[in-house]
């Protein structure tokens, strides 16, 4: 059976709203899906009720920051209880830090020349900020996408380009995720349940042995193990890590929109598919 759990929307960094994205899977034939925006459970409602009307089961879902002493990572948290007022204050505290650390980025561009509304941008945010959005935004302005392409000699700058040289740019500053500490979430999962998975792990880098016994140990449930980000080396290293440490096992494309420019790849699903098969222990999640 094909599952996707994990999924983005415009209510983070995704560019599709929860109805267009449960249009987009049940294209791909997708049984069970979870929307898994960052730091948010805005769209999940509009999610649900778009995955009835088209019989696909939903999960609910969200991505998180999070933090284990100087290690971080994301994780996947599947479940819960979405409506708990806990859950809405403990978001709403990192919406307003990163909310901080997105306006002292903008203000320094525009101290150095570029074109910012930073009130107008940042009205346009209620919840998470996503970086990409804020790329969006100061990209959209002419004066800005001269200045930009002229500094990174490319008329045709990728996303990441513009982030690594204009917000992940020590010279200028570093525009950080609003990272949470995992005790505090799994405080809150005492009030509100559900499970957490570790999120695409070998995206960046590998956690090694040590964390994930850690990790093991006070709580967490298992671990994304099917992504596109992951070679298939990385696939058979996390089975196995899996296995030894009894972790439930997930998969998710990772959706956040069609990629554009002509490419004839426009997103995982056009060669990749999560087959709940494959997972160990998935029915803990899936039901």
């Known amino acids: ?30 049984k069970v899906a979870s929307l898994t925006d960052h730091n948010t459970v805005g769209g999940v409602d509009e999610f649900i009720l778009a995955c009835q009307k088209n019989s696909i089961k939903p999960v609910v879902g969200m ?27 403990f978001l709403r505290d990192s919406h307003i830090r990163r909310r901080a650390q997105v306006r002292n980025i903008l203000e320094k561009l525009s101290r150095r020349g570029f074109k910012l509304s930073i009130g107008k941008i940042l009205d346009k945010y209620n919840r998470y900020i996503p970086i990409n959005r804020i790329v969006d935004d100061f ?13 990174l000699r490319n008329k045709d700058p990728r996303e990441e380009e513009i982030i690594s040289e204009f917000f ?29 998975i570790v999120c695409h792990p070998a995206k960046s880098r590998y956690i090694n042995k040590d964390i994930w016994d850690k990790l093991k140990k006070i709580g967490l449930d298992g671990v994304e193990v099917l992504s596109p980000h992951h070679s298939i080396g990385a696939v058979m290293y996390i089975q196995q890590l899996a296995r030894e440490l009894d972790f439930v096992e997930t998969g998710g494309s990772d959706f956040h929109r069609y990629e554009g420019g002509n490419f004839l790849l426009q997103n995982s699903w056009e ?3 999560i087959d709940s098969k494959y997972l160990r222990k998935i029915n803990k999640i899936i039901g």
């Open 168 to 196: 992940r740019n020590k010279g200028i500053g570093i525009l950080r995720e609003s990272y949470m500490s995992i005790g505090r979430i799994l405080n809150l999962r005492k009030k509100i349940g559900g499970q957490l």
């Open 139 to 151: 990209m959209t302005v002419k004066e800005n996408s001269i200045k930009v392409k002229k500094i």
């Open 63 to 89: 991505e998180l920051y999070v933090k284990l002493g100087n290690h971080k990572f994301n994780l996947l948290w599947y479940n819960f209880d979405y409506n708990n007022p806990f859950l809405h204050k």
């Open 1 to 30: 059976m094909l599952i996707d759990l994990q999924l983005h929307s415009t209510y983070s960094d995704g560019y599709m709203t929860p109805t267009e994205v449960v249009k987009f899977i049940k294209k791909q034939g997708v």
């Open 271 to 273: 060669y990749y598919q």
